[in-house]
């Protein structure tokens, strides 16, 4: 381990038992100091929303400022204004009701803080997904530790510098390093841990949380099918698939990673999405609208997919760049790959690339199979005129979430829970879920000093065949 590894992980356990002691001198964060948080995360976003942009445009080598603008500044704008005007109801006191026998008494759940929670972040939406559990993690009145991913250094020394001047470290802090810190992170005796990254190490923070039996929400990856109806015109479903495939090129937890189609309708569809990708990204490779790969090595691993699909006799429509990207840019060109093989690692493996394959369908129960026959998505999409269809095919399938005629947007509605099932995860956030992932439910019965259950002793007579009934 590196001597900045070491010096970030001492740096780590004291935050941590600072932010521990702070909680416990304070325990519940007033509404209106909550409100004064979340207000402080509001306003930060929109003042250094420049500053943003060109932080993830550096990490990425080219990070599209629109999509930066769309997919993390407008979103953290509106979440935490969502949580500001919510968080008074969100905690409010939930009465329940008391049956016959236990009356009189309140029964009640009063909606805690868990306490000092750690999130752990990705990088393919490094401001967002840093910060959208932050402010639910804020709204529910906790102390929050956040692990940045190391391939977006820029973005992770810009939350610290940022998060750094609006709160002090004993209630917000950003810890910098990679997988040994990460490692580390998961082991400390955290009241909860968010972590959003790939299945594999979803796994490895299952197990260290396991330790201390902190609980978890794991918000994973894993092939978001997109399946369209015979139904449907599919120029029309390439018009959105091709903008929700390749925003951010392709690198969305979300994105459709492979579409199927009406069998016999796979070229006619594939060519619909290259004529799309051609009028949204004219001149992709210098367009600055394009997003580029993250590394080398995530670079390396899709071109990899690709000649592999090529050789099991795919054919691969590429929507060529006419202008070679700027040195050192790693624009992936926009890519099809149709019918491939089902047995190889672009049908295996999450794609997290700009490229989609096609296959054909012969009709809604084959698609379900096909579905069915896979690890549970973190999303589904249904193309279909008819809305019987649609919801047949919810009904038959099981993903995190949905969304019908349209890719990707069901994440943007803050009332809805947004998060994975099976092999893409387990817990939900955004709005109320998210509050409630960071909130105790603490069940309360309250009796008045005469309650008759003081009756209920030993030798039990009569009185206790009253409360048997
Ligand atoms: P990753 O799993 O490689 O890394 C994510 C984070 O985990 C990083 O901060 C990293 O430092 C940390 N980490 C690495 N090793 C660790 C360990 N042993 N213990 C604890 N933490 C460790 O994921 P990534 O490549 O950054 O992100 C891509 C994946 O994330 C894709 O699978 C994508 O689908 C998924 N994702 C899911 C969502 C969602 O909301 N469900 C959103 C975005 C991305």
């Known amino acids: 381990m590196s001597d900045v590894d070491t010096r970030q992980i001492e740096r780590m356990k004291d935050i941590h038992a600072r932010q521990k002691r702070a909680f416990e ?129 820029r973005t992770a020394e810009l939350l610290k510098e940022t998060l750094g001047e609006l709160f002090s470290e004993d209630h917000v802090a950003v810890i910098t390093g990679g997988p040994e810190v990460a490692q580390a992170f998961c082991s400390l005796p955290l009241d909860h841990i968010f972590y959003t990254g790939s299945t594999q190490v979803g796994r490895l923070v299952a197990r260290a949380a396991a330790e201390n039996l902190t609980p978890v929400t794991l918000e994973l990856g894993g092939k978001s099918p997109t399946v369209i109806a015979n139904d449907f015109d599919i120029r029309q479903a390439a018009k959105t698939i091709a903008w929700g495939k390749f925003f951010n090129a392709g690198q969305t937890c979300v994105a459709p990673d492979y579409v199927l189609t009406p069998k016999g309708s796979e070229h006619d569809f594939a060519e619909a999405m290259i004529d799309e990708v051609r009028a949204m990204w ?77 296959l054909g369908h012969d009709g809604m129960s084959d698609a379900a199979r096909f579905v069915n026959e896979r690890d549970r998505p973190l999303a589904l999409y249904v193309y279909a005129r008819s809305k019987d269809t649609a919801r047949r095919f919810l009904s038959r399938t099981i993903s ?8 990707m947007l069901h994440l943007s509605v803050p ?11 387990q817990g939900a956030y955004h709005g109320e879920d998210g509050f409630l992932t960071f909130t105790h439910e603490r069940a309360v019965f309250e009796a008045p000093v005469w309650h008759p259950s003081r009756l209920i002793r030993p030798p039990y007579g009569k009185m206790f065949e009253f409360f048997k009934k």
């Open 25 to 153: 001198a304070e325990r519940h964060r007033s509404l209106e100091e909550r409100k004064s948080d979340l207000k402080k995360i509001e306003d930060m976003v929109k003042r250094r929303a420049a500053d943003f942009v060109e932080a993830i445009n550096a990490d990425y080598g080219r990070r599209s400022g629109a999509e930066t603008e769309i997919a993390e500044i407008g979103f953290m704008i509106a979440d935490a204004k969502h949580a500001r005007k919510n968080v008074a109801r969100w905690m409010s006191v939930r009465r329940k009701d008391v049956p016959m026998t236990l009356k009189p008494g309140n029964a009640y759940v009063r909606r805690e803080p868990k306490g000092v929670v750690g999130i752990v972040a990705p990088w393919n939406y490094p401001m967002q997904l840093a910060l959208a559990p932050l402010t639910a993690a804020l709204a529910a009145g906790c102390r929050a530790m956040i692990k940045p991913s190391e391939f977006t250094p």
């Open 282 to 358: 004219p001149e992709a490779g210098e367009n600055a609208d394009y997003t580029a790969i993250i590394s080398d090595r995530h670079y390396q691993r899709i071109e990899k997919l690709v000649e592999e699909a090529r050789s099991a006799g795919a054919e691969v429509l590429q929507a060529e760049f006419a202008t070679s990207p700027q040195q050192g840019v790693r624009a992936y060109p926009p890519t099809i790959v149709i019918n491939p093989p089902t047995d190889i690692a672009l049908m295996k493996e999450e794609i997290f690339g700009p490229v989609l394959p096609v």
């Open 400 to 407: 995190g979430g949905a969304a019908v005629n349209v890719p």
């Open 415 to 425: 009332d809805l829970p947004f998060g994975g099932v099976g092999a893409s995860g």
